[in-house]
């Protein structure tokens, strides 16, 4: 396994940085304000005096900072001593950016591998920690090694967008559940329900509701349409229900319209008896969605 450098230590860098320095790994770190080093250099870990000497430092360069805008920034006072290296950012953004950053970087001579880190800071390095890699794939196999410390690494492909696209799907998900959940505790606490006691029912239907998943995805890849126990028109009007159940009780419906509303217009559009799946397509600009190709094991690297 190879010598590498953490750029950035914020929750998540200092967290990744942590966890290869207590592996044995020789870790360099740099960030812009340094006095943020000093727990990492207490474990062992070296700090550079620049990003430059941060750089040239290890063959191995791990980004983790707050966006793609200011991985770019740091990065370009480093230009010339980038060449030879192999660059992997952790940053979170865009799959655009992910192309631009992957041109720029591969310009500058160095390999580039975009990726995401599917977990909170305190389980990086544990069983449960996973993070996604796309881009250059004879890099991501040089270093695989050093990235499993950090979580199970699942190489998506070489389209370097992909790890950001993936990213962005698994979060759209967990703040949509945020998003339910908030609204949920608003309406409750509109009767002073305590949501503390709520919590298990809601906890119970969500874990229910997960089982259908797989089903869901079966039919957005395959276009099947079975025929639902709860369709589309029936779904909507439940929403109106919530929508206008919530304003009577003083609570905004800003979090449950866009939800509605897409569900009532799939009924305008034919699809009231078809299932949630059905409504996928109605999210696309082309109204059209093609099945994925893209399918990465989880397995442990």
Do not use: C
């Not at 620049?50 to 707050?66: F, G, H, K, N």
Request: charged fraction near 15%; charge should be negative.
């Amino acid at each position: 396994m190879s010598d590498i450098t953490v750029i950035g230590l914020g929750a998540m860098g200092s967290a990744l940085a942590a966890t290869l320095i207590k592996h044995g790994l020789k870790v360099t770190v740099w960030n812009r304000s340094a006095d943020k080093a000093a727990a990492l250099i207490e474990r062992g870990a070296q700090q550079a005096k620049s990003i430059q000497d941060a750089i040239t430092a290890s063959p191995v360069i791990l980004v983790s900072v707050l966006d793609y805008p200011a991985a770019r920034h740091i990065l370009e006072q480093a230009t010339q001593v980038l060449s030879g290296h192999t660059l992997i950012n952790l940053t979170n953004g865009t799959p655009d950016q992910a192309r631009t950053m992957a041109d720029w970087v591969t310009a500058q001579g160095a390999d580039y591998v975009d990726g995401a880190v599917m977990v909170t800071p305190e389980l990086v390095g544990g069983t449960a920690a996973f993070l996604f890699y796309s881009g250059n794939e004879l890099a991501f196999r040089q270093h695989e090694r050093t990235l499993a410390l950090l979580g199970n690494p699942v190489y998506i492909g070489n389209n370097v967008a992909l790890a950001a696209i993936y990213d962005l799907a698994l979060l759209a998900s967990m703040f949509g559940m945020f998003g339910g959940y908030l609204h949920a505790a608003a309406l409750l606490r509109s009767e002073n329900i305590s949501v503390t006691e709520v919590a298990p029912m809601i906890m119970s239907l969500l874990k229910a509701m997960i089982e259908l998943y797989p089903d869901i995805a079966e039919q957005v890849d395959t276009g099947a349409q079975p025929t639902p126990s709860s369709n589309n028109a029936m779904m909507a009007v439940a929403l109106k229900n919530i929508i206008d159940g919530s304003r009577e009780q003083g609570v905004l419906d800003e979090l449950m319209v866009p939800v509605w509303s897409l569900f009532e217009r799939g009924t305008r559009q034919g699809l009231g008896a078809q299932d949630i799946a059905a409504l996928v397509p109605l999210l696309a600009r082309d109204a059209s969605l093609a099945p994925s190709t893209h399918t990465p094991s989880m397995e442990p690297a």
